[in-house]
């Protein structure tokens, strides 16, 4: 009996590992598709509870308030594109004078380097020399140009989903518990309710410490006369929904401009180095675990690997979506018996993880 037992738990070992990995080829393969209605789910995660309240309290029809907060959201995207494109325009027009400037940089350092650079040439007229400019513009430029184009599409494909998923989500409670009448509702409610909560939970302190973060970046960059402050804090925005990497983007890319802009004036480069590494730390090493506490239970380990794997299947998006992504994992795991055990290695706290162990 132990050893049909044992070959059983075998078999479906070897078809978990199968299933797995169909599924990381499908889903990379399946990316167009997929990322915009995972960004569709997540949205409507984070704005169902706020409809609902204020449905609940000011007895609107759901779907005008679900209109309501699409439109809203087009009209902060618009005017967000506008400013950065205004922004990088901008940059892009000035290029020739941060070139003078970054060529005296240049040249300090190739001063201690055996490099080959004719001073009266241009640095991009030296790089050619160097390197085929044309080939990597190129090879680079066309993928992200398409990606622009990809992204916009995609953007109002997320948006129509979002508006559809807000005005059926006021019966999705009746669709779960139609689908699963004849099996444990308790047991699939309760999962559905873990994951929306947690979530939205990670989401919106995340979305408030990156908000605060962006905040505060954009002041100190205008107050230490830093140009194009508004494209600093959207970095550090975006960059701050990335654990740990996102932030050392962040303060490298702004830190780097400084350089180009401030040069020689080290004591400005250096406070705007100083600036960004503290404003990235205090908040996201310091307040935001404090407010996010252990409610995610997630293994450090755990998560940084998972930036890397979803990096990899869905590139900068999926190193967005890994830890919402993890985190439904592991509450999933933690309702499948068989799951049991990828439930507890991705935990922060085994103890913990074993109490919340629970079988559909």
Known sequence: ????????????????????????????????????VLFAIFLSFVFIPIVNKIHTKTKIPWSIISIFIVLILIIVISVTTFLLSTGVTTIISEYPKYEVKFQNIILKLISVLPINYDEGKGIIENLQTMVDIPGIIQTIGVPVSSGIVSFIKSLFIILILFLFLLLEANYTKDKIKTVFEKRNKSGILYMSKKIVSQVVRYLS?????????????????????????IVWAFIAFVMNFIPTFGSIISVGVTTIFSLMQFYPEWGKIIFVFIFMLSTNFLLGNIIEPKIEGDNLDLSIFVIIVCILFWGWLWGFTGMILAVPLTVIIKIICENIEFLHPIAIFLSNDPIKAKQNLKKI
């Open 205 to 229: 302190i995340k979305f408030f410490i990156s908000l605060g973060t962006g905040i505060l970046v954009y002041f100190g960059t205008l107050i230490i006369g830093l140009n194009f402050p």
């Open 1 to 36: 009996m132990t050893q049909n037992t044992n070959y059983s738990k075998g078999i479906y070992t070897l078809l978990f590992i199968i299933t797995t990995i169909i599924c990381c080829f499908v889903l990379k393969t399946l990316h167009t598709f997929i990322l915009p």
